[in-house]
């Protein structure tokens, strides 16, 4: 059995922080690592197509693209938001971080995992303006 909760060291303070400080995983546990996603479709072309790079300008459109894509990951493994531990954020445009958050917590809920945000100049594909990677666990499988 996998227990998975957050770790405040003041939970007075919890409400205040639209993530956790950090994250405790006891038990056996199987990890995936979601590679970082932006509003591109999950699988494009490589070398890129200029017209898979067509995104819209709105953070919070590019946000939910992220997070769908993330979302298959999550589907394929049969995990959901609650088994991520962990978030990296990449911005380009930090006064943008309040809109992302709000869009992510449509996916959360109330689950706040771990979380790390770093603002960029640029991101892999042109045009995007966010892009997220996860890391997420779950109880250990028999085989």
């Known amino acids: 059995m996998v227990k998975i909760e957050p770790i405040h060291p003041d939970p007075s303070q919890a409400d205040k922080l639209p993530y956790s400080p950090s994250i405790r995983v006891q038990g056996g546990a199987d990890m995936l690592f979601v590679s970082g996603s932006t509003a591109l479709p999950l699988y494009h072309a490589h070398p ?13 459109e590019q946000t939910r693209r992220a997070m769908n ?38 996916y959360f809920g ?22 997220i990677d996860i890391i997420a666990v779950a109880p250990q499988t028999r085989d």
């Open 69 to 106: 894509d993330i979302k298959l990951s999550l589907d394929a493994c049969g995990l959901t938001w609650r088994n991520v531990v962990k978030v990296t954020k990449f911005l380009t445009d930090m006064r943008e971080a309040d809109a992302m958050h709000e869009v992510m917590a449509e």
């Open 48 to 60: 890129h197509v200029h017209e898979e790079h067509v995104l819209p300008d709105d953070i919070r």
């Open 110 to 131: 109330d689950w706040k995992p771990a979380s790390t945000m770093v603002c960029v100049n640029n991101l892999s594909a042109p045009g995007s303006r966010v892009e």
